[in-house]
């Protein structure tokens, strides 16, 4: 079993490197008997860097997300994030696929969950919700409760929330899956304007390889069975008409060739 | 139907209620000692009122009530809400639950008397024990109702440890639950209160059984009056507080 290891950095470097999360020969499983879901996962994060990982539906792309979380446990391997040592934050800033906010509490008071457990003051925490409320587009929306709010207002509520917390990576799990299509193109270009203006480092799971290939800098591809990583490219395609078609498609023809049922 | 006629429906329903039972109870079809007419009702609480009987009755009786109503509400919420959150703690009460749970507080009078004497404390206890058992399945069911995602969330940032992940997520969201359990213990202690004081403990109950043994029947449905106004009032009061509460809700 090997939980996260948390590694303490200056200037988020140790020696060498600048990635902020290390993964080496992960192999993950439900239960101790049943084979495993994902084996010999190597993978490391560089700082600033937007990774998505792409793969079919039930290829362990999201438990590959919740390892890394602290939310499940590898069966072997390590899984070493190097946290920063500025103080108040929180080394993983995870965004689900529902936006899963406490229904019982107003806006402000979701996004300042994750704060709660840190030695932060009161007014800090409060000034710090309303600022990555600001980050999301959501000032004025401090006040509302969760049911008054739209799918896409959710999930920049959801958003601010792992912000809040100034993270050394944001961990996004399909976190658009479920939204309408303008919706989620919205929030695409919010999230690209989010990593430039923050830097922040995101490692994104999607099945949407438009998504994929439209967000990141570095593409995963998980494939097989049991999954390992099949590809990992580097991609800077953007929206750029015919080089975003044939980044799409050639992934595309990766994952069927992976692909076993 | 709108507001304000569904209230004038119900009004008209009750006045032609009350008509009804006048009506037979002049008629002489039945005897006017087997069944009071309603309209002695006001005389019977005047007299009532006039030798201070009625307010020392509310108050005795209240009194057990409410101190019954906490002391249940408290242990039935915390023992429920333990035994939905710890598996073992769950399986080891889980019979003791079973033998205990068919006994009606009526029953535990002898021991009431035993342990409390013909008191106050009887009449609590009894309440007590009939409240908690309606906020222990309710706690029960509430909080094994919660969403795990939202449990999830709680260890994602770092809100997992049990004061946390119980005063944070596990309660609040098991609130809905747990107050439709203490609103159902509301109503039932208030007829625990009449069978409680029955045997002899100053109250509403007891009043009863005095007036019922003089053939007072009138006395007698004058304080089955008192006992649904102070539920219909208790109950309201909480709704008022209920809305307040979960105004997070849609």
Known sequence: MAAVTLSTTTNGTTGTATSVIDLEGVSIGYGSEAPPVLVDVNLSVERGSFVAIVGPSGVGKSTLLRVVAGLHTARSGGVVIHQDQRPGHRPVGLVFQ???????????RNVEFGLEGLPVSRDER??????????VRLDGYARRWPYELSGGQRQRVGIARAMAVDPDI?????PFGALD??????LQDELRRIHQETGKTILFVTHDLEEAVHLADRIIVLGG???RVVRDVRNSAGRDGSVFRSQVDQLRSEIADNYSI | MKTHKKIALSALGVVVFLLMWEAVARSGIVPARLLPSPSAVPAAFLTEFRSGTWQ???????????????????????????????????????WVVRMLRPIPAIAWIPFAIIWFGVSEGAASFLIALTVFWINYYASYAAVRGVDKDLIELGYAFGQGGLIPRLFKIVLPGALPGILSGLRAGLGQGWMTVVAAELFGIS???????????????HIVVLYMV??????????????QVQTRVLSWQR
């Open chain 1, 170 to 174: 944001l961990l996004m799990d399909e």
């Open chain 2, 56 to 94: 020392e009755m509310v108050l005795a009786s209240l009194s057990h009530y409410l101190v019954g109503l906490s002391l249940g509400t408290f242990l039935g919420v915390s023992f429920g809400t333990a035994a939905a959150l710890w598996i073992k703690w769950d399986a080891f009460q889980a």
């Open chain 2, 226 to 239: 008192t006992i649904a106004l102070l539920y219909g009032v208790s109950d309201f009061l909480f709704m």
């Open chain 1, 126 to 135: 409060r000034r710090r919700a309303e600022a990555a409320l600001k980050l």
């Open chain 2, 203 to 217: 109250g509403l109950g007891m009043r009863m059984m005095e007036a019922s043994g003089l053939l007072a029947t």
């Open chain 1, 225 to 227: 069975t049991p999954a």
């Open chain 1, 181 to 186: 299509a303008i919706t989620r193109n919205n």
């Open chain 1, 98 to 108: 529902d936006a899963r906010l406490l229904p019982w509490r107003r806006v402000v």
